[in-house]
């Protein structure tokens, strides 16, 4: 198993810019969720998904926007980048009955500038 | 809502002293689950262990243990004999059920993280 995969692992955007950062699980987990990371401010949710075709939002979802249409995908887009979205994104998957049991993806480091 | 703090925002120790990373949290549920991750260098998220609300039981993994104490609503983790690898930033993390507009999930709520510097 290649566990939970995020792509691409750098990427610096112009403001105004959109994209889409990928996450991917092959543990048919039916649970994934987005984080950003900030200095000193530990990891923020963005948003989530309890199953293919779920999703809700997490503490920050301002400026994201999500879907999920298989199991194994769950992409996070940002539509127009503002330099207030640089961050280090996480996603993370678990088994729906074991929703406490989180994998972690390696990140993507975004800059926007 | 859910709430951990971490009020160490940097410790640094010199190796092989011991060293103790603190976590507060509060919740309603009486349902919950806690966490510390480790975050080397690399950037990674790196599991470390999880207790739930109903085992109060320290736990001792080679020079890690985790002392829970649910009347003071701490879970604070103790390196010891401290290497060089163990520096990064410590996260502590909580996790309760949430309502959501399709039902209810748990949700993970992070603190604000402990760089650990051990110094050589």
């Known amino acids: 198993n290649a566990g939970v995969t995020q792509t691409p692992k750098f990427q610096v955007l112009k403001t105004g810019q959109s994209m889409t950062l990928q996450c991917a699980q092959d543990m048919n987990h039916e649970y994934m969720s987005w984080y950003r990371q900030d200095p000193g401010m530990g990891l923020r949710l963005i948003h989530y998904s309890v199953g293919a075709g779920i999703t809700d939002q997490g503490e920050v979802p301002n400026g994201y926007n999500v879907s999920r249409s298989t199991t194994e995908d769950f992409p996070l887009r940002l539509l127009s980048a503002a330099p207030s979205q640089t961050s280090v994104y996480f996603c993370?998957?678990?088994?729906?009955?074991?929703?406490?049991?989180?994998?972690f993806g390696p990140g993507t480091r975004l800059t926007v500038t | 809502a859910q709430k951990v703090t971490q009020a160490q925002t940097e410790i640094s120790v010199v190796e092989k002293e011991d060293v103790t990373l603190d976590c507060v949290y509060e919740t309603r549920d009486t349902t919950y689950y806690l966490f510390w991750y480790k975050q080397p260098p690399s950037g990674e998220l790196v599991f470390l262990i999880r207790r739930n609300s109903f085992d109060e039981q320290n736990e001792i993994s080679g020079r890690y243990s985790w002392n829970f104490q649910k009347s003071t609503s701490s879970f604070n983790f103790t390196i010891t004999a401290s290497q060089v690898v163990d520096s990064a930033v410590y996260f502590c993390?909580?996790?309760?059920?949430?309502?959501?507009?399709?039902?209810?999930?748990?949700?993970?709520?992070f603190g604000s993280g402990t760089q650990l510097t051990v110094l050589p």
């Open positions: 993370a998957s678990s088994p729906g009955d074991r929703v406490y049991e989180q994998y």
């Open positions: 993390a909580l996790s309760e059920e949430a309502l959501i507009s399709s039902g209810s999930a748990r949700q993970l709520t």
